[in-house]
Antibody, heavy 119, light 107 residues
């Protein structure tokens, strides 16, 4: 069964860029059957969709974050990545990488990684 | 953007109780509604998709109904492992949005 694992710094300074990578095992990103998404959840709040990427490199971002977000894919490593620029304290959250069944249905999630924005 | 509103925000119940959680969309989303369960410190887990379809492995005591703007998640007989926070999420149009959650705890 597919597994997803986030990796990256847990602490980012204000105005800097948050960078996370998701490694997928037990399935190929290149299968073409799924989108690969990032979702975040601020402490005590509901989840927020950030965006997704298809194995071909096509992307779709949440308009509320679009100006600061880049999602990329490396099919040779079976990984996809998130970059969020100009972060503030409001970007502090648990960040999840997630498999999407091409329909906004999120069936497999990574364990999540807490990213704190603080100087 | 489509707004999702859940009620109640919190709910106290006992093992064996029948529980219903409601989710309302700010516009019609047909059957594009999914339910997730989240336990503390864990990622959300998909329970129901497309309003009423079971994700593999989900116990039959969970059920989902509704269409258009109004949806419900029902747990027919609460088990100890069901005490968690539940989220609805629309997959009708991007940006896909979640409700604020319903926390289910012991009475």
């Amino acid at each position: 069964q597919v597994q997803l694992q986030e990796s990256g710094p847990g602490l980012v300074k204000p105005s800097e860029t948050l960078s996370l990578t998701c490694t997928v095992s037990g399935g190929s990103i290149s299968s073409g059957d799924y989108y690969w998404s990032w979702i975040r959840q601020p402490p005590g709040k509901g989840p927020e969709w950030i965006g997704y990427i298809y194995y071909s490199g096509s992307t779709n971002y949440n308009p509320s974050l679009e100006s600061r977000v880049t999602i990329s894919v490396d099919t040779s490593k079976n990984q996809f990545s998130l970059k969020l620029s100009s972060v503030t304290a409001a970007d502090t959250a648990v960040y999840y990488c997630v498999r999407d069944r091409l329909a906004g249905i999120y069936d497999f999630w990574g364990q999540g990684t807490l990213v704190t924005v603080s100087s | 953007d489509i707004q999702m509103t859940q009620s109640p925000s919190s709910l106290s119940a006992s093992v064996g109780d029948r529980v219903t959680i409601t989710c309302r969309a700010s516009q019609s989303i047909s059957l594009y509604l999914n339910w997730y369960q989240q336990k503390p410190g864990k990622a959300p887990k998909l329970l129901i998709y497309s309003a009423s379809s079971f994700q593999s492995g989900v116990p039959s005591r969970f059920s989902g109904t509704g269409s258009g703007t109004d949806f419900t998640l029902t747990i027919s007989s609460l088990q100890p492992e069901d005490f968690a926070t539940y989220y609805c999420q629309q997959s009708y149009s991007s940006p896909y949005s979640f409700g604020q959650g319903t926390k289910l705890d012991f009475k």
